[in-house]
């Protein structure tokens, strides 16, 4: 049995389907990525009274499958694959380029056991998905506005005024619900507050900022420190980029400590 009797199950995440494991029972399955595939999951975890689904961050496939099982009332972890890997090479169980499946996924879990974070990765994804809906409307606008620059019948400039026009006022509600999600919990306003002190970083910048520093990419970092006004560069480039990678997360490794002149930690 897993730490303090918690029965896990790793996920091995794809495009269309699953793999699970539940390895202290040796017990296995897989799914289509459907919602038929959702309720065969569920009914299987809750036949074997699993409590708690781990599975890596999979380039978003793995974001239907957290909330199904969130909502049938199943603890979800989502970790860093790297983490997962360099637990499986430690144990001598894969190569470098051999992939990381359900079982690993499991052992790994059972033998690092974490507090649950599940309210705030909730919210985390709740805050993706927003800032993501409101890029892709800011995409449209520019395209919109590219081709609108271009000579046209007055038919057709119309229209685009018109989109421009509904765009703009979309964008605006996708933008206060970001702040709405923001203000209501705690660890975000935190870290907006630290954000917005950054001279150059306008409140419209907090919503990328926050949902890329919380990427399972900084689970292992709890201590990653962001300085005032130091970091400025390194979170520019952040909510530029529009991704985390290692070498724009890692703010604190990038920054001479003499650049530190005002450090608050922000827990990943």
């Not at 604190?252 to 608050?264: D, E, G, K, M, V």
């Amino acid at each position: 049995m897993a730490q303090n009797d918690v029965v896990v199950v790793g996920i091995d995440v794809a495009k269309e389907k699953v793999d699970a494991c539940i390895r202290t029972l040796s017990l296995r399955q897989t799914c289509p990525s459907t919602t038929q595939g959702h309720r065969k999951l569920i009914a299987w975890l809750r036949k074997h009274k699993v409590d708690k689904a781990v599975m890596e961050a999979s380039g978003g496939y793995e974001r239907n499958w957290a909330k199904a099982l969130r909502d049938a009332g199943i603890e979800v972890r989502i970790v860093d694959p790297k983490r997962v890997r360099a637990f499986a090479q430690s144990a001598g169980r894969f190569a470098k380029n051999d992939a990381i499946d359900a079982e690993m996924i499991a052992w790994f879990a059972e033998t690092f056991t974490e507090a649950s974070g599940q309210a705030r990765e909730v919210a985390h994804e709740e805050l993706l998905a927003l800032v993501k809906g409101r890029k892709a409307l800011q995409d449209q606008q520019t395209r919109l506005q590219s081709q609108s620059e271009h000579e046209a019948p007055a038919a057709v400039q119309k229209a685009y005024a018109r989109l421009l026009k509904s765009l703009a006022s979309e964008t605006a509600k996708l933008e206060a619900e970001i702040a709405a999600k923001i203000n209501s919990t705690p660890d975000f306003a935190e870290r907006a507050e630290i954000i917005e002190s950054v001279p150059g970083l306008a409140g419209k910048s907090c919503g990328t900022i926050i949902g890329r520093l919380l990427q399972p990419c900084l689970a292992r970092h709890p201590t990653t420190t962001i300085a005032a006004i130091g970091a400025a560069r390194a979170i520019s480039r952040v909510a530029a980029a529009g991704c985390a990678t290692r070498s724009t997360c890692l703010v604190s490794a990038q920054l001479p400590s003499t650049t530190l002149c005002s450090r608050t930690s922000i827990n990943g």
